[in-house]
């Protein structure tokens, strides 16, 4: 059945059964007029919720063999920043995606694609439906279905490259429409039309009930990514129209980008969130605060996760329990950060680590380091919910006996403990109960774009342009909310090292490696392989650190990333139906 179709038979079923969801309960059982929708604010929220719903996974991430579960990978764990604790998501769909497996690929291809389409094809509806909308509902709705309609083509582009561009409902047993494959100029110029549209429409705040609706701050900023990405070194001098541009397009590019991102700037109510305090312990406690404040004045666009944490049957999520170490009842160990990532932490005198005058110690390796270090890392000794953490090795009876914090806890068999020698800090709350009830976890939301975020890519901008002085302010207002020295130059290579430690392992940091093209040399074991750091005292209490273990030891080349996988294979049967040219690479398998 073609894909098309199904969506087409999946959304006449929402519309017509009171199953799809309880707020039909007041419908006829077995249809729910279309008027009852257009004209009912209730309904057309609980409409609208699911363009919310289905937009980023946030935290809410789980690795599976299941078909169902594959578009729930945290982008993060396929970079270089983070691996995973346990050996058996490595024979799971996680390990496939990380080998490159032509069916694991085909099957989050066809999973993300439908899940898009199906989400534009209600928002064409809505949108067709507009004069039927309640007048004092109308503005704000349709400037939400603009926004999302640009924000789900934008995740297709960046995903699958030019895609089909479907601006209408159809009836596929009425007409057998086909579309082709739109240019990547065309999707640009689409997707930045419709979030100016939205932009004028949404409000530029909600009252409290309505925050963490799209906003027009939120649409300005989708028109800049788009240009942003567009811009990349990837998608230039391109010789398909559909992965690329046929010339180098990136100057005009980031000129509108540029555009875009003052318009956000002018609005006024977005900047970075001050940390008083400037002693370590003071700027630790305010950065990591930053991520578990919902809706502030950083945050631009964020995934809002349920305020009760309710994961079984809500939007909560298990980020605390997924992240935490042994000690504090931690059995996934979802998210270690790697030796490579610890490595890109400067010293707290702005220095490399490299740097021959920088201070540091290889055998004090914790010692002196920017302060987004302690903020983000837990590594052994640091303290965390008011223990301090043991990762590391006794050496007694001439064995080495892993401390508490590299013993798996309680009896599962896939219990695990860190593969890297640190665990991850930045979103975690410290305050989280974490016990033997899964139905409530964690409820802090999942920043997808904030302020210091846009700060960085106008330096990407700046510097490129050769407004050095003005990238260069940019990054120092970045590094001196957390009370670092300021920079008296920038290169280049600052500027992409601001970033990685100042995004760390947010989303964006996967998505610059292919906006840059260097996906393969940094995603491949072979070229880039995983560090991690091991620790051992021996019986005189003498210590010793090794920061350059192999994590995966002679197994790196389980990280494999061929040039095929910057762009997602389309699902097949649209393919077919449509007779379009699949992305280069991929077989139906």
């Known amino acids: 059945m073609k894909m098309m179709y199904k969506i087409f038979l999946s959304l006449i079923i929402c519309l017509t059964m009171t199953s799809c969801d309880s ?50 990978e945290y982008e993060p764990w396929f970079g270089d920043q983070l691996t995973v604790g346990r050996n058996d998501w490595y024979q799971a769909g996680y390990g496939d995606m990380l080998k490159g497996a032509q069916t694991i690929y085909n099957n989050r291809g066809k999973l993300y694609w439908e899940n898009y389409y ?41 995903q699958y490259g030019g895609v089909l561009l479907i601006d209408h409902t159809f009836d596929p047993l009425v007409n057998a429409e086909k579309f082709p494959r739109a240019s990547y100029e065309e999707m640009v110029r689409f ?14 705040e909600y009252d409290s009930d309505m925050v963490g609706r799209a906003t027009k701050g939120a649409a300005l900023m989708l028109k800049a990514k788009t240009y942003f990405w567009a811009a990349g070194s990837h998608f230039q001098n391109v010789e398909t129209p559909f992965l690329g541009f046929a010339t180098d397009c990136s100057e005009d590019l980031l000129d509108k980008a540029a555009v875009e991102y003052d318009r956000v700037m002018e609005l006024g109510i977005y900047g970075l969130i001050d940390i008083s305090g400037s002693d370590k312990e003071s700027v630790v406690k305010g950065y990591r605060d930053i991520f578990l404040t919902k809706n502030s004045r950083e945050s631009i666009w964020e995934v809002q996760h349920s305020d009760d944490g309710d994961f079984m049957y809500g939007f909560g999520h298990k980020l605390d329990r997924d992240a935490a170490p042994p000690s504090q009842t931690g059995v ?4 270690n950060p790697t030796q490579n990532h610890v490595d890109e932490y400067r010293m707290a005198n702005g220095k490399r680590i490299v740097d021959p005058d920088s201070g540091y110690d290889p055998q004090s390796p914790f010692d002196g380091r920017d302060f987004r270090f302690y903020a983000n890392i837990l590594y052994d000794g640091a303290t965390w919910k008011g223990s301090q953490l043991e990762i590391h090795y006794k050496r007694i009876d001439g064995k080495n006996v892993p401390g508490k914090d590299l013993t798996p806890y309680g009896s599962s068999t896939t219990a695990s403990n860190t593969r890297t020698g640190y665990y991850m800090a930045k979103f975690l709350r410290e305050s989280q109960q974490i016990d033997n009830d899964e139905t409530y976890a964690s409820s802090q939301n999942c920043i997808l774009w904030r302020y210091a975020e846009l700060l960085l890519d106008y330096a990407e901008i700046d510097f490129k342009k050769g407004r050095v002085g003005a990238a260069l302010e940019k990054v120092n207002q970045i590094r001196r909310r957390v009370h670092m020295p300021e920079l008296v130059s920038v290169t280049w290579d600052d500027i992409m090292n601001e970033r990685r430690v100042e995004l760390a392992f947010e989303k964006t940091t996967y998505w610059d490696l292919l906006r840059y093209g260097i996906a393969e040399q940094k995603m491949c074991g072979s070229t880039n392989p995983l560090y991690g750091c091991r620790v051992v005292y021996d019986e005189d209490g003498n210590r010793s650190i090794v920061t350059d273990r192999l994590v995966n030891g002679n197994n790196n080349e389980i990280r494999y990333f061929d040039v095929k996988q910057y762009f997602l294979p389309i699902d097949w049967d649209d393919v077919r139906y449509n007779g379009i040219q699949q992305n280069p690479g991929w077989n139906e398998v």
């Open 118 to 158: 199906t989400q534009i094809r209600s928002i064409n509806k809505l949108l067709e439906n507009e004069n039927r909308i309640p007048v004092s509902l109308r503005s704000r709705l349709i400037g939400e279905a603009h926004f999302f309609r640009a924000y789900y083509y934008y995740k297709l582009l960046r």
């Open 191 to 204: 997707i930045t039309s419709e979030a100016e549209t939205a932009s004028g429409m949404l409000p530029v």
């Open 332 to 335: 996934n160990c979802a998210y």
């Open 23 to 72: 707020i039909f309960r007041d419908a006829p059982n077995d249809k729910l007029s279309e008027d009852m929708i257009w004209g009912d604010e209730m309904l057309l929220n609980e409409y609208t919720a699911r363009w919310y719903r289905n937009m980023d996974n946030g935290f809410y991430v789980l690795v599976s063999t299941f078909i169902k579960n594959l578009g729930e």
